[in-house]
């Protein structure tokens, strides 16, 4: 069994910050790599950054140099300044874990964390 649990959502005025933070949890052998997804109403789930082997990073053109995420073991965090009202989501974690030498990485979700930012 394998558990990612998010924290850090809220309300936050334009301008402000937030940090989420998602830990997973469970009999993991290894993790290829974490990210942070958000969907907002009527929209698709679109990718907002992610962390793979070696450190290397990815983001959306839309939180370039606002947003940056950063993973600790089996902690994937995402660091959030400049907030828009565009950024208002559900944000959910994302991870690629494998369980056994023999298998290969599954992804596996958070269960989502709201972020709102009023203007």
């Known amino acids: 069994q394998v558990q990612l649990v998010e924290s850090g959502g809220g ?7 937030l940090r989420l933070s998602c830990a ?13 997804y958000r969907q907002a109403p009527g929209k ?9 082997s070696g450190g290397v990073t990815n983001y959306a053109d839309s939180v370039k140099g606002r947003f940056t995420i950063s993973r600790d073991k089996n902690t994937v965090y995402l660091q959030m300044n400049g907030l ?19 298998s290969p990485a599954n992804d596996y979700w958070g269960q989502g ?3 709102t930012v009023s203007s």
């Not at 309300?11 to 910050?17: H, K, M, N, T």
């Not at 997973?24 to 942070?36: D, K, P, V, Y």
Request: charged share 15%.
């Open 44 to 52: 698709q789930r679109e990718l907002v950054a992610g962390v793979f």
């Open 24 to 36: 997973a949890s469970g009999s993991i052998l290894s993790i290829n790599g974490m990210g942070w």
């Open 84 to 102: 828009k009202p565009e950024d208002t989501a559900v944000y959910y974690c994302n991870a690629a874990i494998k369980l056994r030498y023999s």
């Open 11 to 17: 309300l936050v005025q334009a301008g402000g910050s």
């Open 113 to 115: 964390t709201q972020v």
